[in-house]
């Protein structure tokens, strides 16, 4: 994926945008092998609170992002499932900036991706599981683990 962003963004100044919280393991693990220039920032985008594993109203908080002006973005987020929070991030950068932005995800779920939303960039696709480690959480546990484990249904408790 790193190969790619530096051909794609060779020639443009970068910003990487973490959808936090999730993300910030697989960003500094990509960035780390992206070896053109570029700039990161983060933004804190929340449809998942405390044990629930459905999505409810998304949450937006753009106040600490750098200055994006004249700038190619990518938004950076650790799973892709129903599309809607990159959906509506993507759409809210977009119309901020007046140009477009692409997305990058360590997994899609396909299976539950309800927006038509294709990533630009993606690691794995994966079966309809809940996953959790490798900066992934179930009620804000997990996000440790070291590699990405699938929680059975009696694990998860609504």
């Given at each position: 994926m ?5 051909r794609?963004?060779a020639?443009?100044?970068l ?8 993300s910030l393991i ?15 920032g983060?933004i804190?985008?929340?449809?998942y609170k405390g044990?629930?594993?459905s999505p ?5 908080q753009f106040e600490?992002l750098p200055n994006l002006e004249?700038r190619?973005?990518?938004l950076?987020?650790d799973i892709?499932?129903?599309?809607q929070?990159?959906q509506t991030l993507?759409t809210a950068?977009?119309?901020r ?19 038509p939303?294709t ?10 599981h809940?996953v959790?480690g490798y900066?992934?959480?179930?009620n804000?546990?997990?996000r440790?683990?070291?590699e ?11």
């Amino acid at each position: 994926m790193a190969a790619e962003i530096n051909r794609d963004y060779a020639h443009q100044p970068l910003t990487m945008i973490a959808v936090l919280t999730g993300s910030l393991i697989f960003l500094s693990d990509l960035m780390r092998r992206v070896t053109i220039p570029c700039q990161l920032g983060v933004i804190q985008a929340s449809s998942y609170k405390g044990a629930v594993t459905s999505p409810g109203e998304l949450q937006l908080q753009f106040e600490i992002l750098p200055n994006l002006e004249g700038r190619a973005v990518l938004l950076v987020d650790d799973i892709l499932d129903t599309g809607q929070t990159l959906q509506t991030l993507k759409t809210a950068f977009e119309a901020r900036l007046q140009q477009p932005v692409k997305t990058a995800v360590l997994l899609w779920k396909q299976a539950r991706t309800k927006v038509p939303l294709t990533p630009d960039y993606c690691g794995f696709h994966i079966d309809d599981h809940f996953v959790v480690g490798y900066g992934l959480d179930y009620n804000d546990n997990y996000r440790n683990l070291p590699e990405i484990h699938v929680l059975e249904p009696g694990d998860l408790k609504a």
